[in-house]
């Protein structure tokens, strides 16, 4: 059965630093994509940002560019390293793994196609302090 597990979270100072990791157990695809979304509470979940299996590449939403960085191990694990954080950013944060996706990573990681995703991780609470 496939698993995602998320960690990492924690409270932080604002303009500290966090890493959050995406474990993947019995993951056998090729071609899929990671994501982290985070949802704060009373907000819809957002897309936050993604990688590609295929080539590597990735996607950050306009919020956290130039703050987060996304990366795989290319086995089991997607890290995403949060720099700068802002009050803002206090949420859950949510890995999800999207199977054979036909359309971009950016074009996936919104709002609109969580439902597609195939599989979610438990989240993990990321709160940062003003």
């Known amino acids: 059965e496939v698993q995602l597990v998320e960690s990492g979270g924690g409270l932080v100072q604002a303009g500290g630093s966090l890493r959050l990791s995406c474990e993947a157990s019995?993951?056998?695809?090729?071609?899929?994509?990671i994501a982290w979304f985070r949802q704060a509470p009373g907000k819809e979940r957002e897309g936050v940002s993604c990688?590609?299996?295929?080539?590597?590449?990735t996607y950050y939403a306009d919020s956290v560019k130039g703050r987060f960085t996304i990366s795989s191990d290319n086995a089991n694990t997607v890290d995403l390293q949060m720099n700068s954080l802002k009050p803002e950013d206090t949420a859950v944060y949510y890995c999800?793994?999207?199977?054979?996706?036909?359309?971009?990573?950016?074009?996936?990681?919104?709002?609109?196609?969580?439902?597609?995703?195939?599989?979610w991780g438990q989240g993990t609470q990321v709160t940062v302090s003003s």
């Open positions: 990688i590609s299996s295929r080539d590597g590449s």
């Open positions: 019995e993951f056998t695809f090729d071609d899929y994509y």
């Open positions: 999800g793994a999207y199977v054979n996706p036909y359309y971009s990573c950016g074009y996936l990681t919104s709002t609109d196609h969580i439902s597609e995703y195939d599989y």
